[in-house]
């Protein structure tokens, strides 16, 4: 089953990655996406993340306005720290031939390529989806659209797709 991986900042996004998880659920189903919440306790999450981005097809990267946010360790930007869970869940996606999507919200613009570590610049060169509080549904309807395009066997009922273990499986197997 085709599966969406939901990538974002707690401190940046985590409203907007939200509803934007929910309005694809409703789209897709609830197999189909994939957003951290969902890690049961006890669990190790390093596990369940990359068990959940092998599952998935697509990750969105959901990028407000602070997503490159300060680094604790002395870098400009937390993204050039090695534990950076956003960096890793895009570098994973990037490593296993995902196709990767970033989605601005909050009127955050696209971060350019010399201010991403080299393992992850090629996300400022990949078209954005933009979401904004005004147009939203009509915008998330749109976005459905296009990532049904850039994966047709998100559409539902495709045969084939049954088989195949969705990112919100994962968590069943724990």
Wanted: hydrophobic fraction near 40%.
């Amino acid at each position: 089953m085709a599966g969406i991986f939901v990538s974002y900042r707690r401190d940046d996004s985590q409203g907007f990655a939200g509803r934007l998880a929910d309005d694809l659920t409703d789209i897709f189903g609830s197999d189909r996406v994939f957003r951290d919440i969902e890690i049961p306790v006890g669990c190790d999450f390093t596990e369940v993340l990359s068990q959940a981005i092998a599952a998935s097809d697509l990750l969105l990267v959901v990028i407000g306005r602070h997503w490159a946010g300060e680094s604790e360790q002395g870098y400009g930007s937390r993204l050039f720290e090695q534990t950076d869970w956003v960096r890793i869940e895009i570098e994973a996606a990037f490593d296993q031939g995902k196709q990767v999507v970033p989605v601005l919200v909050g009127g955050a613009s696209m971060p350019g390529h010399d201010s991403l570590p080299g393992t992850i610049e090629k996300l400022a060169r990949l078209q954005a989806a933009i979401l904004n509080d005004r147009y939203w549904d009509t915008q998330v309807r749109e976005l459905a659209e296009r990532l049904q395009g850039l994966c047709p066997s998100l559409t539902l009922g495709l045969p084939g797709t049954e088989n195949r273990e969705s990112p919100a499986a994962v968590l069943r197997d724990l």
